[in-house]
């Protein structure tokens, strides 16, 4: 049973949106956080954006002003909105989530910003 169930990626232009959605399952007690890192080839993993069940939010500086993390407690779900991409932001976007239990991290979606 996958722990962490992500949508929503796809190919876009520059310039272009897309809203990732990631649903934790109901066995998940508890979160603390939610949130979203990013892997492009050929480099590490980063912190994208991260939502506390209290509502505060952390972005990177890449992504400020484009992207909005927001989440909806009641479904256990988190969501990304991604506005004015561009090429850089290309990459497979994870799913993560904290919770008493430890760090849960989603299969991954392919995000590509391409003309």
């Known amino acids: 049973q996958e722990q962490l169930v992500e949508s929503g990626g796809g190919l876009v232009q520059p310039g272009g949106s897309l809203r990732l959605s990631c649903a934790a399952s109901?066995?998940?007690?508890?979160?603390?956080?939610m949130g979203w890192y990013r892997q492009a080839p050929g480099k590490q993993r980063e912190l994208v954006a991260t939502?506390?069940?209290?509502?505060?939010?952390k972005y990177a500086d890449s992504v400020k002003g484009r992207f909005t993390i927001s989440a909806d407690n009641a479904k256990n779900t988190v969501y990304l909105q991604m506005n004015s991409l561009k090429s850089e932001d290309t990459a497979v976007y994870y799913c993560?989530?904290?919770?008493?239990?430890?760090?849960?991290w989603g299969q991954g979606t392919q995000v590509t910003v391409s003309s």
């Open positions: 109901t066995a998940i007690f508890r979160i603390y956080a």
């Open positions: 939502i506390t069940r209290g509502g505060n939010t």
């Open positions: 993560n989530c904290n919770a008493p239990g430890g760090d849960y």
